[in-house]
Nanobody, 123 residues
């Protein structure tokens, strides 16, 4: 059974940092890409970042470029999202998801996703 389990969310002040983790298990074949999308109350989902499993190629939404860093540890089947210089507008539930595409259309090709972890940026 495929599982994606996110952790690391929480409350942080503006300008602070958080690192999200996503542990993947149960995959019987390789997935093309894995990454993160987020959804804030009353807003549409937004693809945040993804990484192509085989090559390590990364994609970032313009809204997080230069502040967030995605990485993976293949030995641990874990992907990370280091979030720096956090802003109140980054407040959302963050979901880890696999996809057959990594780029601006990441959301359109989702395969599996987790339950999400809440990130709140507030003073």
């Amino acid at each position: 059974q495929v599982q994606l389990v996110e952790s690391g969310g929480g409350l942080v002040q503006p300008g602070g940092s958080l690192r999200l983790s996503c542990a993947a298990s149960g995959f019987t074949e390789d997935y093309h890409a894995i990454g993160w999308f987020r959804q804030a109350p009353g807003k549409e989902r937004e693809g945040v970042s993804c990484i192509i499993s085989r090559y390590g190629t990364t994609y970032y939404a313009d809204s997080v470029k230069g502040r967030f860093i995605i990485s993976r540890d293949n030995a641990k089947n874990t992907v990370y999202l280091q979030m720096n210089s956090l802003k109140p507008e980054d407040t959302a539930v963050y979901y880890c998801a696999t996809s057959s595409y990594c780029g601006s259309y990441y959301l359109d090709y989702l395969d599996y996703w987790g339950q999400g972890t809440q990130v709140t940026v507030s003073s």
